[in-house]
Each structure stands twice: as C-alpha cells, then as structure tokens.
C-alpha cells in the first residue's frame, strides 16, 4: 500500500523528510514534489532499486533517468569533470528546472544511464525536493511520476491515480510548480543543444552561451534515418486516455475556427467530443455539447503551463472519444507547452 503524506511545501516537517530519505536509501520509491512536475525518485547508485522505478512506471529500459542532487557540489563526487560550462550554467540556472547531459562517468549502474555514455544531471529548486534529497545522502534518479505515456503529475492525487500500491511513498507538497518539465541541455558536445524545451526557456540559455540550437522533432529525424539524441523524444508522450488532434496556425483566430469546424463534422457523426482551449476562445464553443477544458490564456503561457498536464487529464474523467486541441505560439514557454502538445497528439497534427 502507497503511504500518503502531507507537507508543508515551504517548510516541510523534518521527521516525514527523514523517514522519506530512510525509504529511498535503503532502495525504496518515494514520489515529492519538484518546482516543475512531481518526481518518482530512487536510489541512484542502487541499480535494483532505479530498476524498480521502470518496472512501477511500465517505462522502455532504453528511456533514460535524470539524476537529482542537492548542489553542484555534491555532483562533483559522481563526475569526472565539472566543464567550464556546467560551472556556469549551475551558477545561473541551479537550483532550477535545467537538466544537463554530460558525460558519464560510470559511479551510476547502466540501468540508469540506459547504456549510454551520457548521465542527465539536475538540482531542483522545490524545498522538499531538496531536504529529501539531503535527507537520502545519495543522489536521487526521477522520472516524472507518472504512468508511462501518461501527462506527468502535477499534484499528488495524480500520482496516486497512476501508482498507488507500486511505490512505497508520495510526499504531498500541493501543487508542483511549473507544471511543465526541465529543460533538457545536451552539454555532452561541442556545441549545446536543447533535447526537450521546458521550464528554462531558449532565450535565457542564450543570453549565457550564445546561440543554442534546438534538437530535430523527432520524426524529422527519423526521416533523416539518424537515432534521436534523447531517447524520451521517440515515444507518444503525456497523452490522454482518448486520441488527440492538435490544430497549429499563426492565427489563433484561425485555428479555433478550424477545430470548431471538426468539432462540427464529429459531433454529427454522433462523436463525443473534447475540447482543449484557452480564455481567449473559449466563448466560441459554448452551448454545443462539448466538453471544453479551458487551459489558461493564451497571452500568458506561464497560466497555460501550470494547467496543461491537469486539463489533459480531466478528458479522461469527461469521457470523451476524441480530443480536438488549440495550439499555442511556440515562444517562451510556449516553446515547451506546443512541444508537450505535439507528443500528446503523436503525430496528429492539422496545419492551418
Ligand atoms: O522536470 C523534470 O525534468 C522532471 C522532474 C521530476 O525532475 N523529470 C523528468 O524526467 O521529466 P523524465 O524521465 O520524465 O524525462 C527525462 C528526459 C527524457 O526525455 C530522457 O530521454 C532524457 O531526459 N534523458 C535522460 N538522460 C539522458 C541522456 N543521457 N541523454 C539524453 N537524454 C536524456
Ligand atoms: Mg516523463
């Protein structure tokens, strides 16, 4: 039976965080909040245990798991260099919602790397992620919290839904941050490059290491017959239970239309229909039948990427046999919201 405890986000209460840390150290899975999403965490130097966590998640071996210290300084003991540039991105962006692909240095087992020559390293900025990690005194591998190809887990009762009896403990803090992922960093060549947008936005990278470019969407690379860099980006990704379709476009106008004009087609051939869209167009679907989720404005993505992962899974409770979704101009962390929406839709993407 998964144990369910509350704390207090700011402060969380030192008893729970040290029974929290004995759990994890002697190979137990205890999900916590992260100032992005709800973290699964283990053991990562405890090969049985980061095992475990692909077994409670269903998640492919070859996905590899970002590693969770408490400071740069406790990182130093796992890596064999600590680059220049890992020194000043820590210094700017640590503790924060940046994740760096370095070099391995072989102190973690494969299971946790996925066999590559690559370790993905981070230091949270949630005050219980942190008093756990310390609590622990190793460092700590976490996915998001979630059933594999499920929207991550912003709050505890999400966790719950998708592993409740797999895992021995959730530390409730309330609501995660963000709500979206970490930036994913490849620092591991010559150039840096962006495997996974998320809470550290393009321009802020920029502004400490000049241009940074991002990864090919997958199934660009694909075509290109290449392996993708960040074996997270082949799966369909945080999706709901029922199929999404993503309407993209340059005019927001535009595209609400276009998805009302599905909705229409749909609902007459006696389809139960979601609908995903934000303050601004909203009105345009009323008194149809649909079910709206409203995830959000549009003009401040920030609003749209502390819903989205909750608004993706309130379908599943609304019974709908198909999603129709809105995107969102992919700028700032929009960036990461229209990536997260694309990988929900698995390729069923309308341009308008
Ligand atoms: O915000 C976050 O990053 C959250 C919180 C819990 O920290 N964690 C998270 O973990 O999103 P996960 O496992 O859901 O996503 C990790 C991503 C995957 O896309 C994975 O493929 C990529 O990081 N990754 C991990 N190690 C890598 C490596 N060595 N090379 C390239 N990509 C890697
Ligand atoms: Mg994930």
């Known amino acids: 039976k998964t144990r369910h405890l509350v704390v207090e ?3 969380p209460n030192a008893a729970i965080i040290q029974e929290a840390g004995a759990l994890l150290r002697k190979g137990e899975l205890v999900a916590f909040p992260t100032e992005t999403v709800y973290g699964l965490g283990a053991n990562a130097l405890n090969a049985h245990a980061v095992a475990s966590i692909f077994a409670a998640k269903g998640r492919p071996a070859d996905n590899p798991l970002i590693v969770h210290t408490d400071s740069p300084k406790s990182l130093e003991r796992y890596i064999d260099q600590f680059p220049p540039v890992l020194a000043q991105l820590a210094a700017r962006f640590w ?3 940046l994740t760096l692909v370095l070099r391995c240095s072989h102190a973690f ?5 996925g066999g590559l020559d690559t370790v993905a390293v981070r230091v949270p900025a949630h005050p219980v992620a942190l008093a756990l990690i310390r609590a622990a005194g190793v460092p700590v591998a976490a996915p998001s919290a979630n059933v594999s190809g499920r929207p991550s887990p912003t709050i505890a009762a999400h966790v719950l839904d998708d592993l409740s009896g797999k895992i021995a ?3 409730d803090g309330g609501p995660a941050g963000l709500g979206v992922e970490s930036t994913v960093l490849d620092i591991s060549g010559d150039r840096p490059v962006i495997l ?3 809470g550290i936005i393009q321009r802020d990278l920029e502004a400490v290491l000049g241009e940074v470019k991002i990864a090919p969407e997958v199934d660009d690379v694909a075509l290109a017959g290449d392996r993708p860099r960040s074996p997270g980006m082949k ?3 945080y999706a709901p239970r029922a199929p999404l379709v993503l309407f993209e476009g340059y005019d927001p106008g535009r595209v609400a239309a276009g998805v009302l004009n599905e909705a229409m087609r749909m609902a007459a051939d006696g389809r139960k229909v979601g609908i995903f869209t ?3 167009t909203a009105s345009l679907y009323d008194g149809q039948g649909y079910s709206v989720v409203v995830a959000g404005k549009r003009s401040d993505p920030r609003t749209v990427a502390a819903s ?4 993706l899974r309130r379908f599943d409770h609304l019974g709908v046999e198909v999603i129709l979704a809105e995107g969102i101009t992919p700028d700032g962390l929009g960036m990461a919201v229209e990536n997260r929406l694309r990988r929900a839709a698995g390729g069923h993407v309308v341009t308008i």
């Open 169 to 171: 403990l959730v530390l």
């Open 196 to 198: 996974r947008p998320g």
């Open 308 to 311: 989205l992962y909750a608004s």
């Open 109 to 113: 087992p494969p299971v946790v790397t």
């Open 235 to 237: 799966y369909t990704h």
């Open 9 to 11: 986000p700011g402060q």
């Open 95 to 97: 503790p924060g919602p």
């Open 278 to 280: 934000y303050c601004e």
